[in-house]
């Protein structure tokens, strides 16, 4: 694949952007009425990140949507505009931009974000590179998703989804439903070239009018597929290549060879909300899978478990409080026949070696590292080091007085390697590398606020720690500078 065509969504995106932003009219700076658009706004931020000895702490740069180099300091500036909905019911967009220029080992200046969105009644469509996170779970408390969460930097996708969930005719609101449907490039600096993304959701949601209890299940997929393979050249990519890579298939080629070059995972995601007494209560459990025999429940224990409470009033010396277990330890394993934990290496595939990551992150939970942030590894090998994880996470946040905020992360993690590491950069031979159990502990404590009593002009300060046998024992800080326009 050319490099053109993997970065064909993102000139999209832009051109959607600019396109509209050329179209915008001014809007007053004021609170918006209903159905009247907020103006653009616009920010920088610089920062500056550091430790003794280099490598940083595990959350000082886990779930940073990649901006942050594990291995040494940091100082970055990062620019943004960004123009969201109107609330309005006909016909609105939304865009935004955001370039970070990053002085590090490993400085870079890129496109952070770039998208455009289209939104007609209760359906959108984006295109473009933008940060998300799939799954229902506390989004700045949690861990993230174990399919797609706030660890790597956004790939370029196009996708349409529905606006929130939607009612079902004829339930009173009773049930209603939600879905997304994307289509992405990855980089073409990995095993397979210019390998294609394949994304997908669909929720249910049950809500009962005379109870304040409301239930949601839903499955999410996702799946790498097409590309240059080193070895087999071109994967199949057309149409009907896609259509079973939509469906969940494998598929046999003209030539009659079975087309298994597709890295298929998914989750079935459920939650229940209950709000009561000023305070909402939510439980979500993940089940993790990356083929047909998980699918069935064969590793009932590996995936995400979260319990989370939140004052409605967002005031207080707590707002929010969460808990986390994350298992993703027997991966398939039959151990009635004698296979060890860990059977599969999760994230990672026979045909797509470079493993479920983007741009040397992983795209769902950080726990499970690749050799850039695996202790011991060439960082050089693609895919994944270490998927063997079993971890405890707790998040807590609240207000201060001088309308300063704090919060605090805390992860207990096993960790035990992982079965068929790459052995070299080329990647020509596995390497089973389960280990016996390190633990870890890593906490981070922020705090923020504004600064010299401005409310466009905001400061974030936070220091990190690490202490256990997988990572050796650091301790780092991060500061930030933040200048929001109207």
């Not at 053109?4 to 600019?18: A, I, M, P």
């Not at 001014?26 to 920088?44: C, E, H, I, K, L």
């Not at 865009?95 to 974000?113: C, F, K, P, Q, W």
């Not at 998703?145 to 339930?171: E, R």
Request: hydrophobic residues 35%; contains cysteine.
């Amino acid at each position: 694949m050319t490099p053109l065509r993997s970065h064909r969504l993102w000139l999209w995106g832009g051109l959607l952007g600019l396109l509209l932003a050329g179209g915008a009219r001014p809007v007053p700076a004021q609170s918006p009425g209903p159905g009247v658009g907020a103006a653009w706004t616009y920010g920088a931020t610089l920062s500056a990140t550091g430790a003794p000895g280099g490598a940083l702490p595990f959350w000082l740069h886990a779930n940073q949507y990649g901006t942050v180099d594990p291995a040494s300091a940091n100082a970055g500036l990062r620019l943004h505009a960004r123009r969201s909905f109107r609330r309005t019911s006909g016909l609105d967009y939304a865009a935004g931009v955001d370039l970070l220029g990053r002085l590090s080992n490993r400085s870079t200046a890129y496109i952070h974000e770039l998208y455009g969105r289209l939104r007609y009644g209760r359906f959108q469509l984006t295109t473009g590179r933008r940060e998300q996170v799939i799954g229902r779970v506390d989004t700045t408390l949690s861990l993230g998703g174990t399919t797609w969460g706030a660890n790597a930097t956004p790939p370029p996708k196009i996708s349409v989804s529905s606006d929130g969930y939607l009612g079902v005719p004829g339930t009173d609101g009773v049930l209603a439903v939600k879905g997304y449907l994307a289509h992405g490039w990855l980089e073409d600096d990995r095993f397979v070239e210019g390998a294609l993304l394949h994304e997908k959701y669909g929720y249910l949601r049950i809500r009962l009018p005379t109870l304040p209890v409301t239930a949601h299940a839903g499955l999410t997929h996702h799946a790498l597929w097409g590309g240059t393979h080193p070895q087999r050249g071109p994967l199949p990519e057309g149409l009907r290549d896609w259509a079973y890579v939509v469906a969940g298939q494998s598929q046999t080629t003209d030539e009659g060879i079975r087309q298994t070059g597709v890295n298929q995972l998914a989750s079935y995601d459920f939650g229940l909300d209950v709000t009561a007494q000023g305070v909402r209560a939510r439980a979500y459990r993940q089940f993790y899978h990356e083929d047909v025999p998980s699918l069935r429940f064969r590793n009932p224990w590996d995936g995400l478990w979260g319990v989370s409470l939140r004052r409605t009033d967002a005031s207080g010396l707590v707002t929010g409080l969460l808990w986390e277990h994350l298992r993703m330890t027997r991966q398939n394993a039959k151990f009635s026949e004698g296979q060890e934990r860990g059977e599969d290496t999760y994230y990672h595939h026979t045909v797509y070696r470079g493993g479920w990551t983007y741009e040397g992150r992983t795209l769902g939970t950080p726990l499970i590292t690749t050799p850039a942030t695996t202790p011991g590894i060439d960082d050089r090998i693609p895919g994944i080091a270490n998927s063997i994880v079993l971890a405890h996470h707790v998040g807590l946040e609240g207000r201060l007085p001088a309308e300063l905020a704090y919060r605090l992360l805390g992860t207990y993690s096993r960790n035990y390697g992982a079965q068929g590491v790459c052995g070299s950069a080329a990647c020509t031979t596995r390497v089973d590398r389960r280990t016996a159990r390190t633990d870890q502990y890593s906490v981070r404590i922020e705090l923020r606020g504004p600064l010299l009593g401005r409310r466009d002009l905001r400061f974030q300060s936070a220091v990190a720690f690490d202490v256990g046998d997988f990572y050796e024992n650091r301790m780092g800080l991060t500061l930030r500078l933040t200048w929001r326009g109207p």
